[in-house]
């Protein structure tokens, strides 16, 4: 057996993010992850004791993430993995009928909340001198479609961040952002209705996806990768 990882993934509480961690735990890797949900963190501590680590998180509040990665930095210490899964999905609308709000809860949590999960726990990974951050993009962050213009510029700058932090990161440090495919969540049913149901279920995704995501290594620095589906 390959030798336990300490993961950090955000979303936990569900879709990808639930999936990934049962996937992550099984392998035998010690899984910090953050969520909105409660509820479903505190069914998670119960599920996946220490040396798991879970925590309610609002991502787009730089200081509670912050304050989080103290603890998990604390307790597992510095992330071989950085999973950036937290996003929300904007209603389906033309972008003028959208107002300020709805369209500044995508920014925060789909754009800042990479960048202050990215800020809280980089220095660590830098100074230990490895380490990979995987920020979950979208098909609509190489693409677009109508009603859904602020989540596509989300996930396009997703892209672009990754980018750039890539060039900026030192030798043994890899950033890059994941197409994860399309899969049957909540979210794309609030785009797609019951079309999603064509689509695999994140449970069925996440075997490979765990996979895949485990062997990005410093040879995909700074490219934007797809999780075969």
């Not at 798991?52 to 609002?58: M, P, Y």
Request: with cysteine.
């Amino acid at each position: 057996m390959a030798a336990a990882r300490n993961i950090v993934v955000t979303g936990v509480t569900r879709g990808l993010g639930r999936a990934l961690v049962e996937r992550f735990v099984e392998r035998g890797h010690r899984v910090a992850g953050c969520g909105r949900s409660g509820e479903e963190i505190e069914r998670l501590r119960a599920e996946h004791p220490e040396p798991h680590h879970f925590a309610a998180v609002d991502v787009a509040d730089a200081e509670n993430v912050a304050g989080w990665a103290s603890e998990v930095l604390a307790s597992l210490g510095p992330p071989d993995l950085v999973v950036n899964n937290a996003g929300v999905m904007n209603r389906q609308a033309s972008l003028w009928e959208l107002d300020a709000q709805e369209f500044d809860e995508i920014m925060q949590v789909n754009v800042t909340g990479t960048v202050n999960v990215i800020r809280a726990f980089v220095p660590a990974m830098i100074e230990r001198g490895t380490g990979v951050i995987a920020n979950l993009s979208s098909g609509w962050g190489r693409s677009t479609s109508p009603e859904v213009a602020p989540y596509c510029a989300s996930k396009w700058a997703i892209e672009g961040l990754s980018q750039a932090l890539a060039q900026e990161l030192p030798n043994g440090l890899v950033a890059a952002a994941v197409n994860p495919g399309v899969i049957d969540t909540a979210m794309l049913r609030k785009c797609w209705d019951e079309h999603a149901a064509a689509y695999p279920k994140p449970d069925e995704w996440s075997h490979g996806a765990a996979d895949f995501l485990l062997g990005i290594g410093v040879r995909d620095n700074g490219r934007a990768l797809t999780i075969p589906g």
